[in-house]
């Protein structure tokens, strides 16, 4: 049996990448939640397309061990906010500049207020998906590994719920991640190419940019870049200052397997789906191009 929330949110089906993202990536342009994308699902190795309400979702993803009143109050809350975040998208992408000429000095005009924001629902973005909550359980996991004499108990995934809904309402981490998207310089990439930009149900991932220690880094480490795509000819890179001095400029990508890089860490980096508005067989028959 469904419960709801009074705002009318249901217990079940809980999205954490919201529809009004998602429809970025339609199949027939931004046709808010009527939009369909194609995607791929990793674990069952299918392909098809369907409506951006389907998916990526889980049961009771947020629900708090609390009062049926207080049970859906994460849910509640990204429901509310997800008004703002899909204005402010659409602004940023009115504002991006796709033709390449004259880039020397052109920059996204985006306020320093709007990017504040923005770095804020980023940082939700980040914490809130099954990834975050996996790597939750990877350190647990690691912390058992390395001390097998310690009696540790066994977690469940409600037990990793628990801890990771406590993350999103304690907020440490997303002040954390909204502090360092705010304070990095935004480079825009503009594709070019036959290939469009993918996304997924990870959609901010990190990059390790230091090609001489491949050695685990800490988020806020000067040499991972972040990486997010916003249609399928936009994307933003997030860089310490140190590597990119130029804040909301432009990079125009022409060369196939640019892309194809990029579309290949996020797939890697995914937990189940991988979203595009074109036929992945139509993709695949492209990106032999850039093999």
Same mark, same amino acid.
């Given at each position: %049996?469904?419960?709801?929330?009074?705002?009318?949110?249901?217990?079940? +089906?809980?999205?954490?990448?919201?529809?009004?993202?998602?429809?970025?990536? +339609? !199949?027939?342009?931004?046709?808010?939640?009527?939009?369909?994308?194609?995607?791929?699902?990793?674990?069952?190795?299918?392909?098809?397309?369907?409506?951006?309400?389907?998916?990526?979702?889980?049961?009771?993803?947020?629900?708090?061990?609390?009062?049926?009143?207080?049970?859906?109050?994460?849910?509640?809350?990204?429901?509310? %906010?997800?008004?703002?975040?899909?204005?402010?998208?659409?602004?940023?992408?009115?504002?991006?500049?796709? =033709? $390449?000429?004259?880039?020397?000095?052109?920059?996204?005009?985006?306020?320093?207020? @709007?990017? +504040?924001?923005?770095?804020?629902?980023?940082? %939700?973005?980040?914490?809130?998906?099954?990834? #975050?909550? @996996?790597?939750?359980?990877?350190?647990?996991?690691?912390?058992?590994?390395?001390?097998?004499?310690?009696?540790?108990?066994?977690?469940?995934?409600?037990? &990793?719920?628990?801890?990771?809904?406590?993350?999103?309402?304690?907020?440490?981490?997303?002040?954390?991640?909204?502090?360092?998207? =705010?304070?990095?310089?935004?480079?825009?990439?503009?594709?070019?190419? /036959?290939?469009?930009?993918? !996304?997924?149900?990870?959609?901010?991932?990190?990059?390790?940019? /230091?090609?001489?220690?491949?050695?685990?880094?800490?988020?806020?480490?000067? %040499?991972?870049?972040?990486?997010? $795509?916003? !249609?399928?000819?936009?994307?933003?890179?997030?860089?310490?200052?140190?590597?990119? #001095?130029? /804040?909301?400029? &432009?990079?125009?990508?022409?060369?196939?397997?640019?892309?194809? +890089?990029?579309?290949?860490?996020?797939?890697?980096?995914?937990?189940?789906?991988? #979203?595009?508005?074109?036929?992945?067989?139509?993709?695949?028959?492209?990106?032999?191009?850039?093999?």
């Amino acid at each position: %049996m469904k419960t709801e929330s009074k705002n009318g949110n249901k217990g079940k +089906g809980q999205h954490y990448v919201p529809a009004c993202y998602l429809a970025n990536f +339609g !199949t027939d342009g931004n046709k808010g939640r009527n939009s369909k994308v194609y995607f791929i699902n990793k674990r069952e190795l299918k392909l098809n397309c369907s409506n951006v309400e389907s998916f990526p979702k889980e049961n009771c993803f947020y629900d708090v061990d609390a009062p049926e009143e207080k049970k859906h109050v994460v849910d509640d809350m990204y429901t509310r %906010m997800e008004g703002e975040y899909s204005t402010l998208l659409k602004k940023l992408i009115s504002l991006v500049v796709l =033709e $390449p000429s004259e880039r020397m000095d052109q920059k996204v005009m985006l306020t320093k207020d @709007d990017k +504040g924001v923005l770095a804020a629902y980023l940082s %939700m973005q980040i914490t809130r998906t099954r990834a #975050f909550r @996996d790597r939750i359980q990877g350190i647990y996991q690691q912390i058992k590994d390395g001390f097998p004499w310690v009696p540790i108990p066994s977690y469940t995934d409600k037990d &990793y719920r628990r801890v990771h809904i406590r993350v999103l309402l304690e907020s440490n981490s997303m002040h954390f991640f909204a502090n360092m998207f =705010e304070d990095r310089n935004w480079v825009f990439y503009i594709n070019h190419t /036959d290939v469009p930009f993918f !996304t997924s149900d990870n959609p901010i991932i990190a990059i390790d940019y /230091d090609a001489h220690h491949r050695s685990p880094k800490s988020a806020a480490h000067p %040499m991972l870049g972040y990486y997010f $795509p916003l !249609t399928p000819q936009i994307a933003i890179g997030f860089f310490d200052k140190k590597k990119v #001095f130029c /804040d909301m400029c &432009y990079m125009d990508i022409y060369k196939e397997e640019d892309i194809v +890089g990029y579309n290949g860490e996020l797939l890697r980096q995914s937990t189940r789906f991988v #979203f595009s508005d074109t036929d992945f067989r139509t993709i695949k028959c492209l990106m032999r191009r850039a093999e």
